[in-house]
């Protein structure tokens, strides 16, 4: 392929392209920590599911809800930035940041009361993979709430692309995660 095809393709993707390297290397590492899962569950189908009966399926599911809709306020606040209406990208910026801490407080709550009954990464591996794959995306999450704060500041166009792509892979690894480790038996 010609340099200036390429350039041209590259060119198409929204935001900056070292975004778009980060954002599939991140999701390369979840789909393998994903697959182990699915593989360790498979030599011991009934505890995995004995230990996911531990697990709080509304709070997931209402995580899942609050994730989604800071995704749609992230696109917002991009559309929003586009149309250089700036004061109305930022609120929708504060909303999508609101949001995740929102999540962060429900995974805390999950985690507070998996704890305090006693269950850590030691009683079982579905809690070894739980805690690890759900601490991983709180902790992006919580390197997505300072990248919208940060894009809230430096609202170019460029930088709405790219830090609400970075939000959106966010998004979508938690909707990944919660069927196969809060749903699938």
């Known amino acids: 392929m010609s340099e200036a095809k390429e350039q041209g393709l590259l060119a198409e993707l929204p935001g900056d392209l070292m ?12 789909g393998a920590g994903l697959a182990a899962f699915l593989a360790v569950r498979i030599s011991d189908p009934a505890g995995f599911a004995d230990a996911q009966d531990h697990l709080d399926r ?3 599911g209402l995580n899942t809800a609050v994730l989604v809709t800071s995704g749609l306020c992230a696109a ?16 929708w910026l504060a909303g999508a940041a609101a949001l995740g801490l929102v999540f962060l407080w429900v ?7 998996k704890l305090s009954a006693g269950i850590g990464t030691e009683t079982h591996p579905f809690f070894t993979f739980y805690y690890l794959l759900t601490g991983f995306h709180a902790a992006h999450v919580v ?3 300072v990248i919208l704060g940060f ?13 609400t792509a970075f939000w959106h892979m966010v998004d979508l690894i938690w909707v ?7 749903l699938l038996r």
């Open 19 to 30: 975004m778009w390297v980060l954002i599939i290397s991140e999701l390369l590492v979840f």
């Open 58 to 60: 509304a709070a997931g």
């Open 76 to 91: 917002l606040a991009n559309r929003d930035g586009a149309q250089g209406q700036r004061k109305q990208a930022r609120l």
């Open 107 to 113: 995974k805390a709550i999950e985690y507070g009361d």
């Open 143 to 145: 390197a997505g709430i």
């Open 151 to 163: 894009i809230a500041c430096y609202d170019s166009p460029r930088n709405l692309e790219t830090g």
């Open 176 to 182: 990944l995660l919660f069927p196969v480790i809060y």
